[in-house]
């Protein structure tokens, strides 16, 4: 089954104690990206990477680290969570192609909480 | 002004009601515009996808683009609880694959 997958799909956490959120897509996809969803500011591009060893900033990258070895998984980083990062994390990957439009394939998401 | 606005609701409607969603959008170069269903405690799922202007149908559900009032609607027929969730209104230029989305409207169909 093509899927994205996420892990953990919930996690509590303390300020200052690093923690890592696997993803992994199944469908050859050269494109990733991880979102946060926040209830009144809806999703924001945190990471992307466009390919293996390619990332790039997204629109809220402060405070979060990823990256790209292979092409299958993309992990996000939180080197000292602060309980602003307590958000929902959701990964996405597509097939890119040169232009035009892509389908982005969402995983279940990361809920996650910062004490 | 953000590039995407879409009014968050909530949204609530009886069985079989036609609903309407919109947003709007103020970059020009948007070209492909697509819907997200997000239920809840799931990830956002492609709904449907419009390029440029003009309508889409896919059984209930059509999509609207109007490029020149920078507007996009999404109808839902003869609406289902089975409905009920956030729906995403999403746009790219198309020369990149960078989303902008919307914040979702959440919508709940009462039996």
């Known amino acids: 089954e093509a899927q994205v997958t996420q892990n953990p799909r919930y996690l509590i956490t303390v300020t200052g104690k690093k923690l890592t959120v696997t993803c992994s897509q199944n469908m050859n996809h050269e494109y990733m990206s991880w979102y946060r969803q926040d209830p009144g500011l809806g999703l924001r591009q945190i990471y992307y990477?466009?390919?293996?060893?390619?990332?790039d900033k997204g629109d809220v990258p402060e405070g979060y680290k990823v990256s790209r070895k292979e092409k299958r998984n993309f992990p996000l980083i939180l080197e000292s969570p602060s309980p602003n990062q307590t958000s929902l994390y959701f990964c996405a990957s597509s097939l890119r192609q040169p232009a035009g439009y892509n389908e982005q394939f969402f995983g279940p998401g990361t809920r996650l909480t910062v004490l | 002004q953000k590039e995407v606005e879409q009014d968050p609701g909530p949204l609530s409607v009886p069985e079989g009601a036609i609903v309407s969603l919109n947003c709007t959008y103020s970059n020009s170069a948007f070209q492909y515009f697509m819907w997200y269903r997000q239920y809840s405690r799931k990830g956002p799922e492609l709904l449907m996808y419009t390029y440029s202007s003009g309508n889409k149908e896919d059984g209930r559900f059509t999509a609207q683009v109007d490029k020149s009032s920078k507007y996009i609607s999404l109808f839902i027929r003869d609406s289902q609880p089975s409905d009920s969730a956030t729906y995403l209104c999403a746009m790219s230029t198309g020369g990149s694959e960078k989303l902008v989305f919307g914040k979702g409207m959440k919508l709940t169909v009462n039996p």
């Open positions: 990477s466009m390919n293996v060893e390619v990332t």
